[in-house]
């Protein structure tokens, strides 16, 4: 049973660039999967971060793609995601997923989730 | 790319139907049938409740079903119970190459 876990910094001052690494366990990260970053800001909904492929190919949101890289890390099993020039609207709860050739653009396992507070 | 529409709330007594809806554009929702649904309980991960539009993960309840009309989609949940208390988003991915998630619906038991 594959599961993910996030970790991260918890609390980071504006304009730093803020980083995220969540860890594959239960099975491969080189496989026909699409690894996800999703956030969350307090009381409200879901948003899209980006995905990256073992092979390398990456999606990122129109809306984030400046400030945002993703990279994967096959030989210790982990994807990390790089945020640049946050502020307080980067305050989230920060999720990764995995998206399966089993559940067509569904993402079916999540990560419990890391919260990340921008406060000087 | 902007959020998908959903209502912000619905409410039903256990035993009820209740059907959440989810607009779009012919960039997402109707552009192909790769619309998800997901379910949240406060305080918890989501949790992937309906695929490709109208298919079940493994060990999810069939009183959970989805469809799609145009640019909108659909979750229906049948039989409600008080464990389907939450609040439940609706996701396409679009002809970008980008995926979209809903606003957001809270899902109450009466």
């Known amino acids: 049973q594959v599961q993910l876990q996030e970790s991260g910094p918890g609390l980071v001052k504006p304009s730093v660039t803020l980083s995220l690494t969540c860890v594959v366990s239960g099975g491969s990260i080189s496989s026909t999967n699409w690894w996800n970053w999703v956030r969350q800001p307090p009381g409200k909904g879901l948003e899209w971060i980006g995905q990256i492929h073992q092979s390398g190919n990456i999606d990122y949101n129109p809306s984030l793609r400046s400030r945002v890289t993703m990279s994967i890390d096959k030989s210790n099993k982990q994807f990390s995601l790089k945020l640049s020039s946050v502020t307080a609207a980067d305050t989230a709860v920060y999720y990764c997923a995995r998206g399966t050739v089993q559940t067509p653009f569904g993402m079916d396992v999540w990560g419990q989730g890391t919260t990340v507070t921008v406060s000087s | 790319q902007s959020a998908l529409t959903q209502p912000p709330s619905v409410s039903g007594s256990p035993g009820q139907s209740v059907t959440i809806s989810c607009t779009g554009t012919?960039?997402?929702?109707?552009?192909?049938?790769?619309v998800s649904w997901y379910q949240q309980p406060p305080g918890t991960a989501p949790k992937l409740m309906i695929y490709?539009?109208?298919n079940r993960p493994s060990g999810v309840p069939d009183r959970f079903s989805g469809s799609k009309s145009g640019n909108t989609a659909s979750l229906t949940i049948s039989g409600l119970q008080a464990e389907d208390e939450a609040d439940y988003y609706c996701?396409?991915?679009?002809?970008?190459?980008?995926?979209?998630f809903g606003t957001g619906t809270r899902v109450t038991v009466l």
């Open positions: 490709e539009v109208s």
């Open positions: 996701s396409s991915y679009t002809t970008s190459d980008t995926y979209v």
């Open positions: 012919s960039s997402d929702v109707g552009s192909h049938n790769r």
